[in-house]
Nanobody, 123 residues
Framework: QVQLVESGGGLVRAGGSLRLSCAAS????????LGWFRQAPGKERELVGA????????YYTDSVKGRFTISRDVARNTMNLQMNNMRPEDTAVYYC????????????????WGQGTLVTVSS
């Protein structure tokens, strides 16, 4: 059973930065690809980005390319999402998710989900 716990959400002004973290249970990085999804009010959940367990491969949705960066800290079993130059349209609940296959995760399918953390970007 994989456990994922997000932290770091909050309120930020447009143009500002925020860093989210996802703490994963032991062994997760060796077996699963991890990703960040988000769901804005009234909208469907969408993939933000994903990272392969080896960290040799990352994926970002077009709207966040150049602004968001996914990284992992294997020693701490943590995946991070650094969000820069944020926009009001980045406002959403952000979820950490895991799937054994990187490319399957990028299609929106995940075996495990965190509880989510709210990010609000004010204009």
């Amino acid at each position: 059973q994989v456990q994922l716990v997000e932290s770091g959400g909050g309120l930020v002004r447009a143009g500002g930065s925020l860093r989210l973290s996802c703490a994963a249970s032991d062994g997760t990085f060796e077996t699963y690809a991890l990703g960040w999804f988000r769901q804005a009010p009234g909208k469907e959940r969408e993939l933000v980005g994903a990272i392969r367990w080896s960290a040799a491969l990352t994926y970002y949705t077009d709207s966040v390319k150049g602004r968001f960066t996914i990284s992992r800290d294997v020693a701490r079993n943590t995946m991070n999402l650094q969000m820069n130059n944020m926009r009001p349209e980045d406002t959403a609940v952000y979820y950490c998710a895991a799937h054994p296959t990187f490319w399957t995760l990028t299609t929106g399918r995940a075996d495990y989900w965190g509880q989510g953390t709210l990010v609000t970007v004010s204009s």
